[in-house]
């Protein structure tokens, strides 16, 4: 077995863990950085269907969840969109924004990987890839890793080794065995930016799997703006997406599915078109099948004209508050980030550092931190990995 000294061990080489050891490196550090995959940054180049969301032009630490919502706020401070859109830019990395802030590589989430590997190079960063890690250890001021069948030893050992999300790309809960090891507290792990199933009276709407719209999405005072779209599972999407990340067993998600209809709509509609019905006149604004499904569940057949006013307004609220009751999610294998993980108390804010293990550090997703759809979260491991 042979025995390598660093100054510092990054565990993960994904977005947080690259980050970090570039950064570390370029500032004279002897940095190693190892990963089990075959290959550095797989998370990256399946995100944005293979282009990226880099990051959000809007973020900001309501953006994100977390026990302490104050924690990120540092971080993100001091390593903000516009600095990564700087390196970006630097390598002449063609990019644009799509909806609500969300910045995209014109080519590929390749270039973003070559990027922060370059970026690493320069920095002198030694980076291993395909091994376990086998052990790790602290005594005498040093972290002992053993990886596949070498020895490292170094001061300082960074955790950025993720969530349990998508476990067939590795993913695991890694991170919170080694947090509980050096005393860290682990808040619960969960499922989030993940597709919602439907059980009981809502299987209904199974049917409609395929179907996309517009919605606003709710759960608790927490509401989204952006399309929901029906599977045969249950509920998926943006909006739904988002809404998972608040969302808890046992409480409803409720839909407005009209979000831009003027207070009285319906009961309006009956004075200027009576003879309308109700499928009708949610086909202008809704797709057909979801219209008609609609209507047949409010059971509000005919013309508008033969029903009163208070059913009619009875109608428009529950469209506008159209109450779903998921039974689960669609799990870690299909969530695209994690809710949960080392808590936050043990951390410091401005440096990432383990309060009660000098030296221990944890960064992006396996951190008590998350993010919103749209980059946000590649923002945290920037800004988190820069920060440590």
Request: with cysteine; proline share 5%.
């Amino acid at each position: 077995m042979t025995l390598s000294q660093y100054d510092a061990i990054v565990l993960g080489a994904g977005a947080a863990g690259l980050m970090c050891a570039a950064v570390a490196g370029q500032r004279g550090r002897r940095v190693l950085l190892l990963d089990h995959a075959e290959a550095v940054g797989k998370k990256i180049l399946i995100s944005g269907g293979g282009r990226c969301n880099f990051t959000n032009i809007h973020t900001a630490p309501d953006r994100y969840i977390s026990t302490n919502p104050h924690f990120a706020k540092s971080a993100l401070a001091r390593y903000t969109p516009a600095d990564f859109i700087a390196l970006v830019d630097s390598y002449r990395i063609a990019w644009h924004e799509k909806t609500l802030g969300q910045l995209f590589c014109d080519g590929s989430a390749k270039q973003v990987v070559a990027m922060l590997l370059e970026e690493a190079a320069k920095g002198g960063v030694d980076v291993r890839c395909g091994q376990p890690v086998r052990a790790v250890a602290h005594a005498d001021g040093l972290y002992r890793v053993t990886f596949g069948d070498q020895l490292f030893t170094a001061a300082n050992l960074v955790i950025a080794t993720g969530g349990p999300s998508i476990p067939k790309m590795g993913a695991s809960g890694f991170a919170y065995d080694l947090a509980h090891q050096f005393g860290l507290k682990v808040v619960e792990p969960r499922p989030a930016l993940v597709p919602l199933t439907l059980g009981g009276d809502d299987v209904l709407f199974r049917d409609l799997s395929g179907v996309a719209t517009p919605v606003e999405a709710r759960s608790g005072k927490t509401a989204f703006r952006e399309a929901a779209l029906f599977t045969h599972k249950g509920l998926s999407g943006p909006a739904i997406l988002q809404i998972s990340s608040y969302w808890r067993h046992g409480e409803p998600v409720t839909i407005d599915f009209l979000p831009d209809a003027a207070p009285g709509w319906l009961v309006e509609a009956k004075r200027t078109r009576p003879r309308a019905t109700l499928t009708a006149m949610l086909g202008g604004t809704l797709p057909d099948r979801l219209a008609q499904t609609l209507a047949e569940r409010l059971q509000l057949p005919g013309e508008l004209g033969t029903h009163t006013d208070r059913k009619l307004t009875d109608a428009e609220a529950r469209l506008s508050r159209w109450a779903f009751h998921p039974n689960g999610t669609e799990g870690f294998a299909k969530a695209e980030v994690t809710v949960g993980g080392i808590s936050t108390a043990f951390l410091s804010s401005q440096t990432m550092m383990a309060k009660s293990v000098p030296g221990l550090y944890a960064v992006g997703e396996a951190v008590d931190v998350t993010g919103w759809l749209g980059g946000y979260n590649f923002q945290w491991a920037w800004a988190s990995g820069h920060a440590a």
